[in-house]
């Protein structure tokens, strides 16, 4: 179980972390931006349909409130990233989560 919850915390660090970007403008002012560090969610919505019913999963398994929230976090993160895509494998998701 040490190994699922490490993956699922590994999940969230790779599509959701983000870097604060400094632009210096002409005038010494600074333009702060939030950008993603290279996620493509397009090259990742073909796993949604199985991530999303596998870290339900490790939920349900979990015995420590703490392990909970990590996964939680980490499903959140993936639903807050895949935006929409979401919606459109819901039925896949559903399937699939009916196989676990």
């Known amino acids: 179980m040490a190994v699922r919850l490490t993956a699922a915390s590994a999940l969230r660090m790779c599509i959701g972390v983000s ?3 400094v632009i210096r403008c002409e005038q010494e002012n600074a333009d702060f931006r939030d950008q993603s560090l290279g996620f493509d969610i397009t090259s990742f919505e073909p796993f949604i349909p199985g991530i999303v019913p ?3 999963s490790i939920v349900s398994e979990l015995d420590t409130l703490e392990g909970k ?3 939680i976090r980490s499903l959140l993160t993936v639903i807050e990233r895949s935006e ?3 919606c459109t494998n819901l039925e896949a998701v559903i ?3 009916d196989k676990v």
Request: no cysteine; hydrophobic share 45%.
């Open 19 to 21: 870097i604060l970007v």
């Open 54 to 56: 596998q870290l339900l």
């Open 69 to 71: 929230k990590r996964v």
């Open 84 to 86: 929409t895509r979401v």
């Open 95 to 97: 399937r699939s989560s």
